[in-house]
C-alpha cells in the first residue's frame, strides 16, 4: 500500500500542474489506479469554478491504514499562484477568507480544514457542502415552502448574527454564496469581501457585494454605511427570493432585466415591496422590516431573532456563540484521529515544512505563505472563553475505528450535521413537552416564553450530541468545575468546563448555561445577579445537564444598533460579556453581543505579507513612508497589468461583461449618468471612499504621507483608471524607483515588466481593433452604453436570479439560476461579487454631474468586451 506521500513532496515540485503529484494508490484489494492528489488528498471532479479557479472534491487520506482509507470529503479551493499578482486585491480577498474562516465555528458558515500549498497552487481545504448550491435547491423547487424557508433563513441569521458577533460582516451574501450540506443545512461561504468593524468605526466605505443584494445605501450614496445593515438587506432579498423564487424589485419596466443599475435602485427606493399571493402575512411583515432602503429604519439581527416568524426557531437561534465555538471546539477533538498504538499520531502532521516554499525557479515565495501554519495559528485570546478548558482522553472504541470503515464517504467533518442535529433533538424534546409552543408558522403568534421559563424548559439536551461523553475522572475540582455531559456515542472526550467564579475583578462573568446554572432573572431592566451564576455554579446542579441555551432572545433590551460602545447592554447579555470592569471597547456590542470580537490584529494576521495597511482601505487608512512608494506603484503598475491579462483571459467567461457594459453605460448613458474623471474619481475616492490599492503618486512629501488609498477589490471605474494611468504609472514608477532605489537590478526588472506589458499592452490593441473591424462588418456598430438585448442579458446578468412569469403574479418570473456560460464551462457561473463603490458614482440622488472624458486605452478594452459580450 502505497502511504500518502510526505507533505515536501509537492513542495519545490516542477512547475506543472497539481497532476505531476499522481500516485499510484492501492484502491480496492484489487484495483490500482492513479490518482491526482494534493499534498494529503485525493482529487476528485470539479465541484464548481469561481473567480480564483476552480473548487474540487477532495478525500483525505489517513496513512497507515487498510486500503479504501479515504477519510473524509473535501472540497479544496485551488488557487493558481500566478492568478494571484503580489498585493494585488486578489491576494487580499483570499487572505481575508481565509483569516475570517479560521475565526468562525459554526455549523452554517463554511468549515476551514487547512490550506496548503505547492509552488503552483494554493489549495484551500473546505469542509465539503454535499448538498450543492442553494440557488439551484431553490431552482429546483421553484420556491420553499414557509416552513423550509423559515428552517433555513433561521440557519442564515444564526450564521450572520455568529459572524457580526466575531465583529465580521460578510458584504456579499447572495444565493450564489450559500452552499447546502448532505442535510440540507446552509453553508455560508465565500469570505472574499468580509471585513471587520469595529465599534469606534463601525460604519465602511467600500461598497462591494452583487448589485441584487446590495443594500441601497451602499449604491446610492457615498457615504460610509453600517455593514451589518447591509447585510441585513441581503438576508432579507435572500429571503424574498427563497419564499417567492425570485428577487424582489424585478419588474421594473424600464429595467426589465435589471442590469441598469441605477434604474434598479432608483426603483428599488421608491417602489414599495410587492408580495406575490403565496407568501402569507407573518413573513411579508419580516420581509417589510428587512428590506426598507433606510438603513437606520432597518430591522435590526436582533429584531430578526426576535421575529414571530421564527419563533419556531428560538431554540436554536438562542445558542450563543460562545455556545457555537464550544460545540465545534468538542467537534474538532471528536475528529482527531485516534492516537496509534505505536505512540505516534496518526494525524497526519501539520505541515511545518510548509512555512515557506520555492517554485520550480529557487524563488520565495514567501509573499503567499498561509498554509497550515497559518491556519493552525492559535486563536485569538478571547476572554469569554478563558473559563473553559477542553481536556482530551483517551477516545473511545468507537472513535478508534477508522472513519472509513464506519462510512466511506461519511460527513464526519460536517460542523452544521452534528450540530444541528443537536438543536433539531432539542427543540423536537421541547416541543413534546411544551405542546403549546408552535411548531410551524401557522401558530407563529405565540410569543416567545418567559426567561423565567426558559430557565427551567429549555431541552437539556442540546449538548448531547455535540459535546463527547464527560469523564468523571478528569474532573479535577466538581467544586470549581461543572462537567457538561455529553452523548454517549459522541466519543469520550471530556468537556470540562472550569467557572471563572465570577471573577468581576478580571471583568468575566460565566456564561450561565455552560456552567449549568440558572439563568440570571433576563427582564429588561433587571440587574443580573452575578452571585446567582455563582451561587448555581457551586450548587448541587453540577451533574444537571446543561441548558442549551443561555440567553433567550426575549431577554434583551433592545439597544441602539448605531451607537458606537456606549450601549447600555441588557443584564442578560452581561452574561456573556464582559462585565463593566471592562471597557465596553472591548466587545462589540452587536446585537446579539458576543464578547468574543476578533481582536483587529489577529483578524489582520500578519503572516500574510501583504500590507493590508495598504490594501484593506476598510480596516486602516494610512499614509505611508516615500521609500516604499515606489514599490507600491511598481506593485499597482504590475497589477494593472495583469489585470488586463486576466481580463483577456477571461473572455470564456461573461461574468464581469454586464459590469463592464454598464461601466461604459455610466459613461456615456442618458442625461443622469456621469462620467467619472480621473482626477475626479481619485479625489472622490480620496475625500470619501478612501479604500483600497489604488496609489496616487504625490509631488511632496507631505502628500506622499496623504496617499489616498482606494478600492483594492475590482473597483471598475479604478480598474479602467488602473488601465488608463498604467503607462503613466509605469513611469512614475520607473522615476521613483530610481530616484529612491538605485537599485540597478530594480530597474531592470521594471523595465523588462514593462516591455512585457506594454507588448501585451499592444497585442490586446490589435486584436481588439480586429475585433472591432469584425464587429463593425457583420453589424450596425453598437451603441456604446446600451443595453445588452433581454434575451443575452438575462444570460449575462451576475449574481441575480431571475424571475419567469407566473399568472399569478404580475412580477416577472424567471426561474432562479446561475447561469452557464457555455457547455465547455458548465461550472463556470455568473457571479458579480463586484466594488460596486464605483456604480455610486452614477448619479442617482445627488451624485456630481458628468464630465466629458477622452476615450482611452481602458475605454477600447471596455468597449471590446461590451461588444464581445453583445455579440454572444
Ligand atoms: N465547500 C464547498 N463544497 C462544495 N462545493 C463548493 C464548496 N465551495 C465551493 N464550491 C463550489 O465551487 C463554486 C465556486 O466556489 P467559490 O464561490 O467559493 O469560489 P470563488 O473563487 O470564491 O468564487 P467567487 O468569489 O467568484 O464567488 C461554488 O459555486 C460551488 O459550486
Redesign the pocket.
Known sequence: MTSVPQRHTYYGAPASTYTQSRQSVAFGNTQKRKHVTFGPYIIGST???????K?K?GWSKISGSSSMDVSKQ??I?L?RRDNIPKNSEKEV?IYR?INALKHLNHPNI?KLEEVLQNSKYIGIV?????G??FYKYIQKKRRLKENAACRLFAQLISGVCYMHSKGLVHRDLKL??L?LDKQENL?I??F?FVNEFSPEEELMKTSCGSPCYAAPELVVTAKPYEARKADIWSCGVILYAMLAGYLPWDDDPDNPDGDDIGKLYRYITRTPLKFPDYITPVPRDLLRETLIADPTKRITTLGILQHRWLQPHHLFLAVTPVEWDHISKNQDILRRPPPRKDGASSTRPRSACSVSSSNSKGEKRNSLIMDSSLYSQPVPPQQSQSHAVAVSSSPSPRMRQSPVKRNRHSRSNSAASVALQAVVDAEKEYHATHPTVPTSTSASTLQFESPASSQHNTSPRLYQHALPKPSINTVSSLRDSVIVETSPQKGSAPFLITPAHNDLASGLVVPATLGNVTMPSTSAGQKTSHSTASHSLHSSSLHRRPRPTSYHPTSFSAFNESSTGTTTIAPSRKDYEETATVSSKNYQPTDRGSPQMIQKDSFTLSKPLVDLQLVTGDLIKTGDDSDSVAQKIHDQVEDAAHRVDMSRQRRKSQ?YSMVYDRLVGLMTEGPEERVVEDEDLSKQNSESIPQGGQVKSASSNENKKRFSIMSVQPSFNNASKLSMESGNQRENSSDTGRLKNEDFATLHKLSLERDSAQSSRQSSRQRLSAKENEISGRKESPVVGSRIPSTKAAVDRKGSPQVITNASNVQRKVPLR?TSKNSQDK?K?N?A?VMISSMANKSVDGMPEARPREPSTAKKVIDFFKRRSMRL
Open positions: 465541484l464548481g469554478e469561481g473567480e480564483f479557479g473548487v472534491m473535501v472540497a479551493k488557487v480577498k477568507e463554511v473546505l469542509e465539503y457542502a454535499s450543492g448550491e450564489e454564496n452552499l453553508l461561504t465565500d472574499g461574468r446561475k461550472t457561473i457571479r461579487s
